[in-house]
């Protein structure tokens, strides 16, 4: 099924079979169908897109990220754009807005309907990474003080608008925020029951203002489907569905993820992005990190009479400096990831710092044994002893700097996973050429 | 909230203040408290483990990885022991024995109810990524043929015991698959209204023996909040909820992190693992990755008469390996992620190929204008001219093999993520000093 179909679609495609097309799309479903689109370019992603019936476009739609929604979206004509754009869910809308170009905003919020356009507008006003973007404000909230058989009515009545049904804002006379009620306990507890004693009052919750990825996080250690999301009032504005927590942490991983790799994240998909959208995303740390080791040229010329009077010395720069960067970049990604899954906190520094350290001298100390023998065999024992010595040294620093540099950038506002492992490689191999020569000076008495 | 409490709680355990403990306990959430037992040692875990009453020492002891699970579960005596154990949910019980030593296990079966045995020893017949294993068999699985109103009165019957009642599997008369009704349309529709009308025929399912994380990825992909789970012939085994396949995703991700820096992923909290622990998990690759890195060694042995002729060129062998390592690692983090995420597929590998050395060679050009300037600044411009065409050369190679490394892996079989950063650069250093020393005989004329 992975291999057939894409390659006839290509082909289909590319002689305009109507027929063909519209064959393979009944053949398959919508999150497939999405793939592909997200795959093609603009024309033919339209091409296709324009082929579904209007029940089927929508929900395959729904599965593009925002980036090829607004590829698919610019290629239609105004009515398709405007029925594609008003049957979305407010929240889905106001994230392809929030990354879209303000003349294809515009357009987006002439083509709804007032009391879309109020909803969206609303959830726009808030910061890009704010729960408020994400959550749905299509909720069915009950008062605390009715039953269960009227909450239920109340879900018959209002539920078909509501992006879920299933865990309930209970709330006061001025929809103050009391706690949930999830339908599932509605339907199972005795109909005259008071909302208010099968609601959880205890329930988490956060302000449409709050960071978007830490509420997520919170849904997934609180293993709740969604979460009451509130005003500075404590006045419920709607709710942060699970579905959405999902693509939020999906998101912010693919970021982190990238950030490692000391390259900008963009959103989109992989096979979609152009030569220049892949260079532009790593082109500026490279630059960075290239200027940044000029430092090791710099240190090499420094220590050019060692280098010169023994040039076995050099043989061995590559194999240091690299061993070095390996294990600093183990303890930086070990220590983002602690940070972004909230294992380790900003506090945990020194903690932090003395165990990489450990761990960096123990595996030091069995790289340099290694060295020891491979050096010896190969050069002989000095050089092989000035490798060793240092790769001791070298790792435990790497691994030291390389676990507490997320952690300090976390603690000043940045983001942690900014300290990537190239980055820590980099900085690791000027520092580590200064112990090499240093230990090599000793060990040759120069 | 964050910085108070913890190291309270450190004091509280040291001097064993009881009354002070409860008023922690009472104070915190169960994912806090959760939290703080994984960070412990099993002494002081356990000691706070004990002072929960017996329902939020479920939520709490649910909200723990296996490891940590096992950790205070072996310091319980027999009676609480049993208590916890028979009260978990089957599939997270599943999962502690999947993880756990067979003596271990043993007690923990010996201590459950015949029912509940069967059902655990059920889900552990299953290999251990497979769906089986996270899947959830106690569902309320409705007949097609049945009324709304029928299905409603069979979920306030059984539902009780269910781990999800949103999401019913709907079955005929020898449980064979039909499709799936949610609560929220049953809810919704007119009670006399039949199953098999407003169910849900087309919904995606997976068979217990799949790769649990490909369906924890179609789940993301179909946003339902539940997949339902058949054998062979077809019928319905239960439910894979959309709580644990977020879990599968997010511990998907970390280890595919921890790959990503040659490091071998273990379950468990960060803070709570030890140094030999984290060194095991590192110390492998770094010793492959070392050996790998004589290679350099010997290339440099090999060209040792340019180096002696030109010892300037030594001066940026860091610089341009550095280089070529991060591009290399900047295009295979992508590809693994891409990988990951379901966007490249194995017979993309050409077109990816193609496409990351263009890009490769687009950055090596910037950098190599970059080395070319400081290079003739700080030694002279012959040096300079042979690093920057090596740049050039150098990380459009990197890309590409950065690329292209993962998808070979793919395709016979292997974990895309092993190709780690680390493992690519090493590769890319040896490589890349074989390409700048023979531009630099070329430019040198020698």
């Known amino acids: 099924m992975t291999a057939q179909p894409a390659r006839t679609l290509r082909d289909l495609l590319d002689d305009n079979d109507i027929a063909g097309l519209q064959e393979w799309l009944a053949e398959h479903q919508p999150y497939e169908i999405a793939d592909e689109l997200a795959r093609a370019d603009a024309v033919r992603a339209v091409l296709l897109f324009r082929l579904l019936d209007k029940d089927r476009a929508l929900t395959v739609f729904e599965e593009l990220d925002p980036t090829d929604q607004h590829k698919v979206l610019s290629g239609l004509r105004d009515h398709a754009f405007r029925d594609v754009v008003e049957r979305m869910n407010t929240d889905d809308r106001a994230r392809l807005l929030g990354e879209a170009p303000a003349k294809f905003a515009r357009r987006v919020l002439a083509g709804l309907s007032p009391n879309e356009r109020a909803l969206t507008a609303a959830l726009l006003g808030y910061p890009e990474h704010a729960v408020g973007r994400y959550m749905t404000p299509e909720t069915v909230a009950v008062r605390y003080y009715i039953t269960a058989e009227e909450a239920l009515a109340v879900v018959r009545a209002k539920g078909r608008r509501a992006e879920t049904v299933y865990t309930l ?22 109909p005259d029951r008071q909302v208010l004693d099968i609601a959880d009052t205890k329930t988490p919750k ?41 693509e939020v942490i999906e998101a912010a991983d693919t970021e ?20 220049v959208q892949l260079a532009r995303s790593r082109a500026l740390w490279l630059l960075l990190l290239i200027l940044a080791a000029t430092l090791t ?24 400096v690299g061993t070095g960067g390996n294990a ?8 983002v990831r602690a940070i972004a899954v909230g294992e380790v906190r900003s506090r945990d520094v020194l903690k932090v710092a003395w165990r990489e350290c450990r761990v960096g001298f123990v595996l030091g100390a069995m790289l340099a044994t290694v060295a020891l023998l491979v050096g010896t065999l190969i050069v002989d024992f000095t050089v092989a002893a000035s490798v060793a010595v240092s790769l001791v040294v ?14 300090l950038a976390k603690r000043v506002g940045i983001d942690p996973a900014v300290i990537s492992a190239p980055l820590v490689t980099t900085l690791v191999d000027a520092t580590g050429l200064i112990i ?9 008495g120069l």
């Not at 090499?300 to 040039?311: G, H, I, K, P, R």
């Not at 600093?328 to 220590?335: E, F, L, N, P």
């Open 169 to 190: 804002p209970v709330v006061d006379d001025r929809r103050g925020f009391v706690g949930t009620v999830s339908l599932g306990d509605l339907v199972l507890s005795p």
């Open 206 to 246: 956060v302000q449409a203002t709050d960071d978007v990825e830490e509420a997520a996080r919170l849904m997934q250690d609180t293993n709740v489907l969604a979460l009451p999301v509130t005003d500075s009032e404590n006045r419920v504005l709607g709710l942060l569905t699970i579905d959405d927590a999902f």
């Open 256 to 275: 982190d993820i990238a950030r490692q790799s000391a390259a900008t994240p963009w959103t989109g998909h992989y096979m979609s992005a152009s030569v």
């Open 297 to 320: 040229v710099n240190v090499l010329q420094f220590f050019e009479d060692t280098l010169a009077s023994v040039t076995a010395l050099a043989l061995f720069i590559p194999l240091l």
């Open 328 to 335: 600093g970049a183990q303890a930086a990604t070990a220590a």
């Open 394 to 407: 070298v790792c435990a620093w790497a691994a030291t700097i390389g676990s507490v540099m997320p952690l």
């Open 436 to 444: 090499y020569f240093l230990v090599a000076q000793f060990v040759f």
